[in-house]
């Protein structure tokens, strides 16, 4: 399954790579659903340790492609 991530501020590439694979059972097409930073500022002593274990769906490649092509593509 191929699926195509389409950055939310590319509506017509979202829309016009989903016409062109409509007929193909094997391929999506979603919009990216990504927010920002969702954590709030807490003010600390550490302010920049990242208390976060590494987050398993953070694709830098990805966010590189959305932000230069627009859209990006995952197997």
């Known amino acids: 399954m191929l ?3 389409v950055s939310r501020e590319s509506p ?3 829309e ?4 062109a694979f409509s007929g193909e059972e094997t391929v999506r097409v979603i919009l990216d659903r990504r927010v ?3 954590r709030r500022s ?4 550490e302010k920049n340790v990242e208390r ?3 987050d398993r769906r953070s694709r830098q490649h990805l966010d590189r ?3 230069t092509l627009g859209w ?4």
Request: charged letters at 30%.
């Open 12 to 14: 017509e590439q979202f």
């Open 3 to 5: 699926t195509f991530i």
């Open 42 to 45: 807490e003010p600390s002593s």
């Open 16 to 19: 016009y790579i989903k016409q």
């Open 65 to 67: 492609e959305l932000q």
């Open 52 to 54: 976060r274990r590494s």
């Open 36 to 38: 920002g930073q969702r």
């Open 72 to 75: 990006a593509l995952i197997r």
